[in-house]
């Protein structure tokens, strides 16, 4: 699950304009490894400046690290403020900045320092000589100032230092823009939520523009916040100033005329769970939609483009809604088996044509691609829980012969593969009380898996399986087969 918090729910929204919701949104286990891979990494690039947001909270000093009457080097208090890491005169050498942006490390960073550290610092007497910044006072390494202002002396740069608390009234004073975000955000259930909590935070205020394209040191930059809606639209739409995300990392001339607005990753993801063949249930219970029009975009395309070739008897056309008529082409084409098709084809035989189109018209209506397979299963009301893990031994699951329904078991199978290597490698002293139970988990669904990509298109993967919809199955007893045996049973 991914925990996060939604910033608009109208009905609920209080009198100062903005709630924060917390929610959790389930994760889908074939994105899971990516999900993580990403969020690991956001994480471990993010953590010196969490560190830091954490420190300045509790602490209300903005370079924490130091006590007030600290002296530090002018080019260490240069890259706090600016974030830039370029210090020295000459250009940092391609390789240390290649290494830096495979790794994206504060050891990269590290050596881009200390590769500066013997050269050159001329430039920074343009940014300690500019505007406000004249005031504060650049000192020897005793303490005594040696730049007052409006005189632009010859400074060695190499032996200048700034007193710690200086910098801080001047920013506080002066450069109010570059103080981090440090007040918390109660959310709707009156819990306090401070930005360095949340897992997207960022450098705020600064524009690392021309030498190497610009290299934030995130060891030692101040001003942190969190990632806001502005920023996000500047950075991937376009509107605004500075290089979008594509036009700074694309790979190709079209990658790097893309541009996205946070709302269209919304239709987006909507559309490519359509594609996927999740059900519109399920995804409009996803989206926090009242009703299913609202997320109808119907789009199985891959088995939807298999099925349109299939003739249909005309009374089949006009009687049937949309999914009930893909249930009967599956079921003509012998592609789909299962309950519902077993009942179909029951209440074909002894009630005839129309009422076995009644009986898909009200039980076909949930059926749907899932991207493990054909859930020949019905929930019209509810949306089954388990429909990403259809693949863990669900009775209601059918393989087509779609392709990338059997490319998604097969990276399934070699994930959990891995797992089972993994754990099983474990030393003895490692293994904690969760262990054995992660490795059954494991060895189950990839036995699951493994049998699913041996089932031939059109067959139930796991006959006698479970049904893992159970939790979200209508009460026993309502359905129109329940209202035939009664029928029948008078009749008797
Ligand atoms: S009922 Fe079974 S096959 Fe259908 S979506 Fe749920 S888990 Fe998948």
Known sequence: MIRHFAEKQ??????????????????????????????????????????????QTETRRIFPEYPEDALIPAWEMYVRMTGNIAFSDPDIPVSLVQNYRETYGADALDKIRQYQLGGCHRMLTGFWGRGSQRGIPIRKTWGKPIYDRGVDQDIDWQSAYVRVGDVERHVWENRTTKLSDTMPTTITDGTVLYPHELMLIMPVRNVIE??????????????????????????????????????????????????????????LQNTELFRLGVADTIITKKFNRRSVQQSYVYDHRSLAEDLTD???????????????????????ANKASGHVVEEFRRVQREYGEAAAFDYL??????????????????????????HLECFNGCLHLARTDVISEQENLQRMRDKFAKVIITLEALPENQRNVGWANQLTHARVRYENIVKALGTDAGMQVFPDGIDLSVSAERNAGTTIIDTMKRLRDLDD
Do not use: W
């Open 10 to 55: 109208d009905e609920d929204e209080r009198a100062e304009g903005l709630s924060f919701y917390e929610n959790t949104q389930h994760v889908p286990p074939m994105f899971e490894e990516i999900l993580i891979e990403t969020l690991e990494h956001i994480e471990s690039i993010t953590a010196p400046l969490r560190e830091r947001l954490k420190r």
């Open 210 to 267: 021309g030498r190497n394209n610009g290299i934030l040191d995130t060891t030692l930059y101040s001003a942190i916040g969190r990632i806001d809606r502005h920023t996000l639209i500047r950075s991937t739409s376009g509107k605004g100033s500075g290089d979008t995300l594509f036009e700074r990392y694309g790979m190709t001339e079209e990658d790097r005329a893309l541009r996205l607005t946070p709302h269209s990753l919304r239709h």
């Open 310 to 332: 299939i003739d249909l008897a005309p009374e089949a056309e006009e009687r049937l809604g949309d999914k009930p008529l893909q249930v009967f082409r599956l079921i003509s």
């Open 361 to 386: 018209n009200a039980e076909a209506d949930g059926l749907h691609v899932t991207p493990y397979g054909l859930c020949i299963n019905s929930f019209t009301s509810d949306p089954c829980p388990k």
